[in-house]
C-alpha cells in the first residue's frame, strides 16, 4: 500500500517518537521455507520490540500485505493499522510487543527481494533497507536514531546460505528446513540490518592483526562463481581494515565481514555492518579494465569507511546524512590511493566522480551539504552528488585547511565520544576544532551550510597585472600550477599555494603556457583555462601528469556544459587527445561525455556530421589500440555506443558480431549485448535474431539485454508497446523496467517518441502516488520527453504545485536539464 500518505514519516514526528520511546531490543523471526514457490506472494515475519515509553500511545512502522495479529504486554489487542503504521495503545513504562505479519517479496529492489536465476532455477533473497524498507521486512521504529539490538531467526530451505549482520548463533535443520538463528547484533539502527538467503557460492578468508581476528566472507549466486574475483576482492578488504583500524584507532567493531554481491541491485553497494550487499555488475562475465576494478576496490573501501563512519556513528536524522556519505566518499578515494595498488584514485575522483557534484550543484534544486530534510521522500532524493561527491570534494579541502593529522585526530576523537551512538553536525565540529585550533566553524558556514560551486578564471589586465577572480565567492585554499610547452610536452615549472576569500584577489604568477587553477584539485571549484592555457591543451594535453590532465578534461567538460566552450571545439580535442589517454578511468568518463555532447549540446544541424565524426572516431581509435589491452576495450564499447544513432556503423558492425574484430579484442557478453543492441536500434537485427542470440546467452543478464535490444527497434508500434509496458506492466522488476526505458529512448528517435510527450504528463502524478518511490523515480527521469522547449514541462509545474515535494523536485530537475540544452545549443 505505497500511496499512503503515513508511509512518509516526518523528521518532526519521528523525532517526537524517539523523545518518548527508548527501545532495547528486537527479534525478527522470518519464515521463507516457501520463498522457492513463485505462487507465494509473501512470507511470514513476526517481530518482538522491547522498549520503555514515556507515552500510552505510539506507532510501530510496518509496509507489507497485513497485519495478523498485535500482542502488547501479554494482551491481544485490536489492530489499528493504516497500510504503514501499526497503532499501539496503553502502553506502560516498559513494553514488549509482538507483531505478527505477512510481508511481500520484492522486485523492485526495496525490501526483500526475490530473484530466480534462469540458468539453473535458484531463488536468492537479499534485503535492501535504506532510508526506509527495513519496515517491509520486519515491523520497526524506522528512524536512525532509535538503535536497538537486532536478533534474527530465519526459516529457511535446507543447503542455503543465511546470512545477517553477526555470525550464526546455533540452527537446527529437519524435513528440509533449516532453522538458524543469529547472534544479537551491537545496537544499529534498522536501516543497516540485513539478511540474505540461498544458495549462495562462498569463499572464505580470515583477517587478524595482533589482538583480533575477524572471518571474511565473499559471495555470490552459484552461476557466476566462475566469475568472482574473490582473491582480489579479499586483498583489497584486508588493505582496507589494516588502514582504517590505523586510521581510527578503534577496532574493527562488527565481528565477520561479508560482502555479497547480489542481482537486480538499486545502489552500487550498502554498508550493512558485517553483511554489505555490492551489486553484481562488480563482477565482470567477460572483459573488464583495471579502471573498472579500481572503482569496485573504491565501494569496497567506501563500505567499509562506513563501519566507523554510519554505523558506528550515525546520524540522528537524514539532514545529517553527509556525516557518512561525504565521508565514505572521501575514505573511498582516499584509501585506495595510499594502501591498495589503485593509486589513481584521486584522477578518477577529479575528473569523473566531482563531474556528478558540479552537475548537481548547478541545480535549482541544489541544497546546502548540511541539507533540510523533513520528510523520508526527501531523503531518499538526497543520496546525490552534493551529499556524496561535492561532500567528499570539500572535505579534501578541509583536510588542504587543517592538516591531514589533524583531520584523523579530530575523527578518532569523534568515535571515541559517540560509539554506537547518533550524532550531529555539531559534534563532529567540537572534534576538529579542538583537534586542529583552526576555525572549523566559520569554515563549515562557508562551506557545509552554503549551496552552488564557484567558478575561478584568471584575469590579466592591458599592463599584466593578474588578478584571480571566483563567482559565489567562497574561501579556498588551492595551488596554482605553472607549466611550460618544451619539446611539444606540457611541463610543471612551479607550484604556488594561494589562499584566496574574496571575489578578486590579486596574484604574481610568472609567465607559463598553462596555468592550471586548482592544481592538485585540493578546493571544490570549477576552474577555468584562459584563452593561452586552452591553446596549450589543444596541443599537448595528453603530455600532462595524469592528476593534471585529469583537472584539464574536468575543466574542458565543465566549459562544455556551461556554453563557454563550444561543442565542437571540445569534441575536437577529444577526437584529438582521447586516443593518447593511458589512464582508462579518464578515459571512460571522457568518451561518455563526448557521447552526450553530441547527443544534447550539438545543434540539430550539425549533429549527424559529428555522430559520422565520432562513429569514425572510435572505430579508429579501437583499430590503432594495442591488442587485448583496456584503451582497446574501451574504445570499442564507444563504438558500440555510437552505432546506436549512426548507420555508418552497420557493416562493422556486424563483423564484429561474426567474430571479425582487431586482434585481442574479446567480443565478450557485455560487449556483444551493446553491439546487438545497436543493430536492433538501427533496424538491423530481427526479432528472430535478438531470440536467437538470448538462446545463446540465457542468463539474468541476457534476458535483461534481450528485453532492452528487443524495445529498441525502430518502428513505431514497437517503441508504442515498450512505452505501454513500462507505465502499466506491475511484474516488471527494476533492471528489467529500466532496460524497457532504454529501449523506448534508444537511437535519441524523438520521431518515434514525440507523440507520448503529453501523456508522459497525464501519467506521474498517479505513478508516483501508487508505485514505489525507487519505481517511480525511474519512470519520471527515465521517459522524460527531450522537447525542444520547456513550455510543456512549466505548464505542468503551474498546474501541479501541490504534487509531492519529491515528484516537483525531479521534474524541476529534468527542466533545468532540458533547458541547459537548449542554451548552450543556442549559443552554438
Known sequence: MDDMSSANLTRQETAARSAAV??????????????????????????????????????????????????VNDIEVPIEYDGARITVRGLAASNTAVIGATGVYSRSGEGLHRFVDPVDGETYLYTQYEPADSRRVMACFEQPDMKASYTFVVHAPSGWQVLSNQRVAKAEEADGVQTVELAPTLPLSSYITAVAAGPYHRVDGTWSRADQEVALGVLCRASLAPHLEAD?????????????????????????????????????????????????????????TDAQRGARANTILHEMAHMWFGDLVTMRWWDDLWLKESFADYMGSHASAAATRFTDAWERFAANRKAWAYQQDQLPTTHPIVADITDLEAAKLNFDGITYAKGAAV??????????????????????????????????????????????????????????VSTLWLETDSEGARMLVQSDPRPHRLRVGLYDLTDGRLVLHEQVELDITGERTPVALPDADLVLLNDEDLSYVKARLDDASLAAVRTALSTLPPLPRALVWSSLWNAARDGELPAAEYLEIVRRHAPAEENTGLLAGVLANAAYTIGHFVPAPQRDAERDAWLTATETAMDAAAPGSDAQLAWARAFATA?????????????????????????????????????????????????????????????????????????????????????????????HLDAIIAGVRAGARRDLIARFDDEYFAWIAGTWDSRSIEIARRLVLGLFPGTETTNAVDAWLAANAAAPAALRRLVIEQRDHLAREIRVRAAQ
Open 643 to 735: 552505432s546506436a544513432v549512426s548507420d555508418a556503423g552497420t557493416e562493422r558492425v556486424r563483423a564484429l558480431l561474426d567474430g571479425e574484430g582487431p586482434a585481442g579484442l574479446p567480443i565478450d557478453p557485455q560487449l556483444r549485448w551493446s553491439l546487438i543492441a545497436a543493430s536492433a536500434t538501427t533496424g538491423n537485427l530481427s526479432e528472430d535474431a535478438i531470440a536467437k542470440e538470448l538462446e545463446n546467452d540465457d542468463t539474468a543478464e541476457g534476458r535483461t539485454a534481450a528485453l532492452r535490444a528487443l524495445a529498441s527497434r525502430p518502428t513505431a508500434d514497437v517503441r508504442s508497446a515498450a512505452w505501454d509496458r513500462a507505465w502499466s506492466d506491475h511484474s516488471l522488476s527494476n533492471d
Open 395 to 452: 572535505l579534501k579541502q578541509l583536510v588542504a585547511f587543517v592538516g591531514a593529522e589533524a583531520f584523523f585526530e579530530g575523527a578518532r576523537r569523534y568515535f571515541a565520544a559517540h560509539a554506537y551512538g547518533n550524532t550531529t553536525l555539531d559534534d563532529l565540529l567540537v572534534q576538529l576544532e579542538d583537534a586542529s585550533g583552526r576555525d572549523v566553524r566559520a569554515w563549515s558556514k562557508a562551506w557545509l551550510e552554503t549551496s552552488g
Open 232 to 288: 582480489e576482492i579479499i586483498e583489497i578488504t584486508r588493505q582496507g581494515l589494516d588502514f582504517f583500524t590505523d586510521a581510527f584507532a578503534f577496532a574493527y567493531p562488527w565481528g565477520k565481514y561479508d560482502q555479497i554481491f547480489v542481482p537486480e541491485y538499486n545502489l552500487g553497494a550498502m554498508e550493512n555492518p558485517g553483511l554489505v550487499t555490492f551489486t553484481e555488475a562488480y563482477i565482470p562475465r567477460g572483459a573488464a
Open 22 to 71: 527508548n527501545v532495547h531490543e528486537i527479534r525478527v523471526e522470518l519464515d521463507l521455507r516457501d520463498a522457492q514457490n513463485p505462487e507465494q506472494r509473501g512470507f511470514s515475519t513476526t517481530t518482538t520490540l522491547a522498549f520503555d515509553s514515556s507515552e500510552s500511545t505510539t506507532w510501530i512502522d510496518f509496509i507489507g500485505e497485513s497485519v495478523d495479529h498485535v500482542i
